[in-house]
Every structure is written in C-alpha cells, then in structure tokens.
C-alpha cells in the first residue's frame, strides 16, 4: 500500500479465534461465513510498517510469542525480518491501545524488543490498564520495563504527529485512549483504526460490537464519525482485526460497504 510518498506494510503476528459471543449482537445464523470450522470467528492480529520521510514506524506491537488454544501467534519478528526491517530499525512503534494483542512485542525476556523505539499511546489507556483500577498485571509487566528506560511518549490530546504524514486520533471507546492513525500524503489518504472498527461487517451492520469495548456507546459514537467522514472518498481505512489486513474504501449507495481496494 502506498499513499503519496508513504509505505504502508501490513504484518500479521497470527490468528487467533474469537468465540461468537465475543460479538455481541451479531447474528450468527445469518452470517455462517464468518466461522471457521471450529465453531470460531478466526481474526488476524495486524500490525502496521510505515515507512515516511526517514522514519520506520510500526503502529501496534501483536500478541507475542502466544500458543494456545486458538490463539497461534508469534510470528510478528519473522513478518519484519521478511520485509527487510530489523527490530534496531523501528524509530516509533505506536499502539492503538493497550490490549494485550496490541503491545506483546514490546518487551521480550524482559527488555525493549525494539532497542530503539520509541512507544507511544494514550495515557488513558496507561490509567486505565496499567495505574488505575481495572490495572492488568500482564500490561504493567509488559509496560514497566519501557518506563524504567524511559522510552514511554503517551499520546494525551488529539492530532498528534508520529512522523511525517503520519497522525494520531483519538478515538475513544474500545478502550479511553484509543488511538486510530491517519497517513496522509499530497491528496492521498489511509486510516488504520485499530479496533475501533472491528470488523468489516461492523461497516455494513453497525449493530454489534466486541465484548471487549470498555464504552460500547463511545466507540459506536466514534465509529459512526469515523466511518461519516470516510464514507464516498477515495480514502482506504482497515481495522487491527479486518481479514487479510486489507485496506478498502467506505462506499455508499444501497447501504454503506466495505470494498476492498489493491
Ligand atoms: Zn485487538
């Protein structure tokens, strides 16, 4: 994917399968395609390379080495070593939001997997999941030793800059501090919003959400902005979650689609 002067890589760290209850409202029955033949809806865990004026930036670190039922991920090293980017060459890699499968690579054996990274966030989500009281032992663990070498660089406003061309939103809802990120460059435009679309059905059928939206009304609110916004452009949007990690385009007509684009 390349927008103006910018590269946009999409690396996988897996798959893993979502129970049907994690879609909460979503109706099965009329949607069988989505299940894998254990009974599963099995989703890609994306991260993103970008590659803008010098800077190598990686939106979302995946799950890590995770191997368990229904859960095979892990493979976020060798996706980067096949594009030809060692971890010493990631200047920023920005999360999304801290779930666990957004921020497993940051730390491995205990150290920065990115020795030269920068992480960056919403500090919502640090108050949320790692200080405050829904505090997760695994984000902390994972998010401490970045603080103790002083890598940590939260997101705390809207419109922030990453890179060149490369913008942080806030997009509040999945989580406090999500953050989606928009790459811009001349006309050409592209969002990777995390999850705060996560499906591309969500697109079509606005009426569901994921069992794990801290706010499920905020993020419908900020999906429905989002999704307005995009809606008739030539701009492509993809989500953390979306299948093959596909970019499309937001089309309207008889009702609002999701169209894959390249
Ligand atoms: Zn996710």
């Known amino acids: 994917m390349r927008i103006g002067d910018i590269d946009i890589l999409p690396v996988s760290d897996g798959m893993v399968g979502m129970e049907q209850a994690f879609f909460v409202g979503l109706d099965f029955a009329a ?79 205990g150290a920065p997997f990115f020795p030269n990274a920068v992480v960056r966030y919403g500090q919502a989500d640090w108050e949320h999941f790692a200080s405050g009281a829904y ?19 939260p997101f705390d406003g809207d419109l922030e800059t990453v890179a060149p061309g490369l913008t942080a939103r806030h997009t509040p809802g999945h989580t406090p501090g999500h953050y989606g990120f928009m790459v811009a460059s001349g006309d050409d435009r592209a969002y990777i919003l995390g999850d705060a679309v996560e ?8 009426d569901f959400h994921a069992l794990s939206d801290v706010a ?34 937001v089309v309207t007509g008889t009702g609002r689609r999701f169209v894959p684009v390249g």
Do not use: K, N
Not at 80 to 103: K, N, Q, W, Y
């Open 199 to 206: 499906s591309p059905l969500q697109i079509e059928e606005g």
């Open 31 to 109: 949607h069988p395609q989505l299940l894998a033949d254990d009974g599963r809806v099995h989703i890609p865990v994306g991260c993103f390379l970008i590659r803008t004026g010098g800077r190598t930036v990686l939106i979302d670190a995946g799950f890590g080495h995770v191997q368990e039922e229904a859960v095979d991920c892990g493979y976020l090293p060798q996706a980067l070593r096949a594009a030809g980017v060692s971890p010493a060459e990631i200047d920023v890699v920005a999360c999304t939001h801290l779930h666990l499968d957004h921020i497993g690579w940051l730390v491995a054996d």
């Open 135 to 153: 505090s997760h032992d695994h984000v902390r663990q994972i998010m401490q030793p970045l603080q103790a070498e002083d890598r940590l660089d």
């Open 216 to 249: 499920p009304e905020v993020a419908a609110r900020t999906r429905e902005a989002l999704l307005q916004e995009i809606e008739g452009s030539e701009h492509a949007m993809t989500g953390s979650h979306f299948p093959e990690l596909a970019f499309g385009r």
